[in-house]
């Protein structure tokens, strides 16, 4: 599939998603930062949409912020989420994935507010709570939001299934490189290199079984989709 097309589907997906997500009561508004870390992880298709933004706003010096800033305990997936969803329906065990909560804030979160937040990635995105998470201390999330959430992070990761997934800092390092966002856009990557993992398409969905009818009419959105 061509480049623009894959950024088609994405803000589609993305409308799809903000729409479902305004049908609860939740918490979260300006200045609410708490879930800003640095351990968010995106695909390549969501950091081309941020490069993109970048360069049309000029504000390009954010990815000098990126690099100077990066916490060298950030997360770093050893897996995508399509395929942990294929080892554990072969009842395979994923890799563990340490994950270092105090690793600190997004290195470009600036006074508790994101200025990428209308091409922010699908992790930020659908990291919401029913409750300040300052005041509880976790994400008051309802279970059938996290099945939903780790749907579309499925067909995001489907739709980019040439990419990679990995820290929001490693993959605008790796686009921020020319010769790495020349090949992207043309299909050309190869294996992913250190601190990114390849992605793939979808397998299999991981629906539990209490979430399987009320979930039909957004897949039908998001299978409906086309450019």
């Given at each position: 599939?061509?480049?623009?097309?894959?950024?088609?589907?994405?803000?589609?997906?993305?409308?799809?998603?903000?729409?479902?997500?305004?049908?609860?009561?939740?918490?979260?508004?300006?200045?609410?930062?708490?879930?800003?870390?640095?351990?968010?992880?995106?695909?390549?298709?969501?950091?081309?949409?941020?490069?993109?933004?970048?360069?049309?706003?000029?504000?390009?010096?954010?990815?000098?912020?990126?690099?100077?800033?990066?916490?060298?305990?950030?997360?770093?997936?050893?897996?995508?989420?399509?395929?942990?969803?294929?080892?554990?329906?072969?009842?395979?065990?994923?890799?563990?994935?340490?994950?270092?909560?105090?690793?600190?804030?997004?290195?470009?979160?600036?006074?508790?507010?994101?200025?990428?937040?209308?091409?922010?990635?699908?992790?930020?995105?659908?990291?919401?709570?029913?409750?300040?998470?300052?005041?509880?201390?976790?994400?008051?999330?309802?279970?059938?939001?996290?099945?939903?959430?780790?749907?579309?992070?499925?067909?995001?990761?489907?739709?980019?299934?040439?990419?990679?997934?990995?820290?929001f800092v490693d993959v605008m390092q790796f686009l921020d490189l020319n010769e790495n966002r020349q090949n992207?856009?043309?299909?050309?990557?190869?294996?992913?290199?250190?601190?990114?993992?390849?992605?793939?398409?979808?397998?299999?969905?991981?629906?539990?079984?209490?979430?399987?009818?009320?979930?039909?009419?957004l897949l039908m959105q998001i299978r409906s989709l086309h450019v």
């Amino acid at each position: 599939m061509e480049l623009n097309a894959k950024l088609t589907l994405l803000e589609r997906m993305v409308d799809i998603y903000d729409r479902f997500a305004g049908e609860f009561d939740l918490a979260c508004e300006k200045y609410c930062a708490h879930c800003c870390t640095a351990n968010v992880t995106m695909t390549t298709l969501e950091g081309y949409r941020i490069l993109n933004h970048l360069e049309k706003t000029g504000e390009t010096r954010y990815l000098e912020m990126i690099a100077r800033q990066a916490h060298p305990d950030r997360f770093l997936p050893r897996i995508s989420i399509n395929r942990m969803a294929d080892i554990c329906a072969r009842d395979g065990d994923p890799p563990d994935e340490p994950l270092n909560p105090d690793a600190g804030p997004c290195p470009v979160l600036a006074d508790d507010t994101c200025p990428l937040y209308p091409v922010r990635p699908f992790g930020c995105r659908c990291m919401v709570s029913a409750r300040n998470c300052g005041r509880t201390g976790f994400a008051d999330m309802d279970p059938f939001i996290l099945t939903v959430n780790d749907v579309f992070l499925q067909h995001l990761e489907h739709i980019d299934a040439q990419g990679y997934t990995g820290n929001f800092v490693d993959v605008m390092q790796f686009l921020d490189l020319n010769e790495n966002r020349q090949n992207y856009a043309a299909g050309r990557l190869g294996a992913a290199p250190d601190g990114l993992v390849a992605n793939q398409p979808v397998f299999v969905l991981m629906i539990p079984p209490e979430h399987r009818e009320r979930i039909q009419p957004l897949l039908m959105q998001i299978r409906s989709l086309h450019v």
